[in-house]
């Protein structure tokens, strides 16, 4: 499974990359605006990409903010021309799947966002999309299942062998991981917290607390 980072935040991008578990990195217009925010002025949108893309050894998704078919086209190229790892993000609307399919014959590729329901992935299959990214936790929001999604989604696609990864998106703590892993998902992103909770467990801190107590016993007894 291939873990993602949601963030536009350079620092956590670090962070999770130092852990050397990173193979990607997706963003959203709102992602974008909690790290102006944290930097304390308007950042380059393009220029912000390319830094993330020189930080990690994987995609990262640039999303459009285009809604009609020509504008997606303008903004997906510019966005793709920032560095080859890009991978445009693009909105699971009927514009926006009339760009995907002129996007492959581009050899543009695209994360599809904003997908709630197995319809939606299977036409986005069918137009060409890279990735499909099921929004989970929003999905859960609405007091509907979002890891049924997933789960119609994963079986949908091996139907048919789509070759569209499916993104576990909108991950919210690490029980998401852990079904989607069971499934075969090929992409989970999750924020910084949710891949710091990955690693922790009550018995690991208790058990490491006594063997390093025990160790210190049995130095002071060799010393005695
Ligand atoms: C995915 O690519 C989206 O950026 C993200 O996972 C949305 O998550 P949210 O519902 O927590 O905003």
Same mark, same amino acid.
């Given at each position: 499974?291939?873990?993602?980072?949601?963030?536009?935040?350079?620092?956590?991008?670090?962070?999770?990359?130092?852990?050397?578990?990173?193979?990607?990195?997706?963003?959203?217009?709102?992602?974008?605006?909690?790290?102006? /925010?944290?930097?304390?002025?308007?950042?380059?949108?393009? /220029?912000?990409?390319?830094?993330?893309?020189?930080?990690?050894?994987?995609?990262?998704?640039?999303?459009?903010?285009?809604? /009609?078919?020509?504008?997606?086209?303008?903004?997906?190229?510019?966005?793709?021309?920032?560095?080859?790892?890009?991978?445009?993000?693009?909105?699971?609307?009927?514009?926006?799947?009339?760009?995907?399919?002129?996007?492959?014959?581009?050899?543009?590729?695209?994360?599809?966002?904003?997908?709630?329901?197995?319809?939606?992935?299977?036409?986005?299959?069918?137009?060409?999309?890279?990735?499909?990214?099921?929004?989970?936790?929003?999905?859960?929001?609405?007091?509907?299942?979002?890891?049924?999604?997933? /789960?119609?989604?994963?079986?949908?696609?091996?139907?048919?062998?789509?070759?569209?990864?499916?993104?576990?998106?909108?991950?919210?703590?690490?029980?998401?991981?852990?079904?989607?892993?069971?499934?075969?998902?090929?992409?989970?992103?999750?924020?910084?917290?949710?891949?710091?909770?990955?690693?922790?467990?009550?018995?690991?801190?208790?058990?490491?607390?006594?063997?390093?107590?025990?160790?210190?016993?049995?130095?002071?007894?060799?010393?005695?």
């Amino acid at each position: 499974m291939k873990f993602f980072i949601d963030t536009a935040d350079l620092s956590e991008i670090r962070e999770a990359n130092d852990m050397g578990v990173l193979d990607g990195v997706t963003t959203n217009p709102s992602l974008m605006k909690v790290a102006s /925010e944290r930097a304390g002025r308007p950042l380059d949108f393009h /220029e912000h990409i390319f830094k993330i893309c020189e930080l990690v050894e994987g995609d990262v998704s640039a999303e459009v903010t285009a809604v /009609e078919f020509e504008g997606i086209m303008t903004q997906a190229r510019a966005l793709a021309q920032i560095h080859a790892r890009v991978v445009v993000k693009v909105p699971l609307i009927l514009d926006g799947i009339k760009a995907i399919n002129a996007l492959r014959k581009e050899d543009i590729r695209v994360n599809c966002t904003l997908c709630f329901s197995p319809t939606q992935a299977l036409v986005a299959a069918k137009a060409g999309a890279v990735y499909i990214s099921p929004f989970l936790g929003r999905v859960d929001d609405i007091s509907s299942d979002g890891m049924r999604l997933l /789960e119609e989604v994963v079986s949908i696609y091996s139907n048919y062998s789509y070759p569209t990864e499916v993104l576990a998106a909108s991950i919210r703590h690490p029980m998401h991981v852990v079904e989607a892993a069971i499934m075969g998902v090929h992409v989970a992103t999750m924020p910084l917290s949710v891949i710091k909770k990955l690693l922790r467990h009550p018995l690991t801190d208790i058990g490491l607390e006594k063997f390093l107590g025990d160790w210190e016993a049995f130095q002071q007894g060799l010393a005695s």
